[in-house]
């Protein structure tokens, strides 16, 4: 079992940046897919980003070209860096540790939140 802490959240104007960081509280190298999450007020909770354990990565539309997952396997962090943020951008943020055949992991989450 594995705990996860994102961090990194928090008040931002359009615009802006934040990068976002889970920590994992044991190995990740286990886990194939390493994700980020986010879910906004009202709305079912959607993938970001993924990345695989061999650094492969894949975003949804709206991330593409803003945001940057990225994994260190020897630090068991996995990490969001978000550019030119949108009020849309607006929600919790959840880092999420997949594997075949295995239990995945949810952290508690980290709200985000764009506004002027």
């Known amino acids: 079992q594995v705990q996860l802490v994102e961090s990194g959240g928090g008040l931002v104007q359009p615009g802006g940046s934040l990068r976002l960081s889970c920590a994992a509280s044991?190995?990740?190298?286990?886990?194939?897919?390493m994700n980020w999450f986010r879910q906004a007020p009202g709305k079912r909770r959607e993938l970001v980003a993924t990345?695989?354990?061999?650094?492969?990565?894949n975003y949804v539309d709206f991330a593409k070209g803003r945001f940057t997952i990225s994994r260190d396997n020897a630090k068991n962090t996995v990490s969001l860096e978000m550019n030119n943020l949108r009020s849309e951008d607006t929600a919790v943020y959840y880092c999420?540790?997949?594997?075949?055949?295995?239990?995945?992991?949810w952290g508690q989450g980290t709200q985000v939140t764009v506004s002027s």
């Open positions: 999420y540790a997949g594997q075949f055949g295995g239990p995945g992991y």
């Open positions: 044991g190995s990740i190298s286990s886990f194939y897919f």
């Open positions: 990345i695989t354990n061999s650094g492969t990565t």
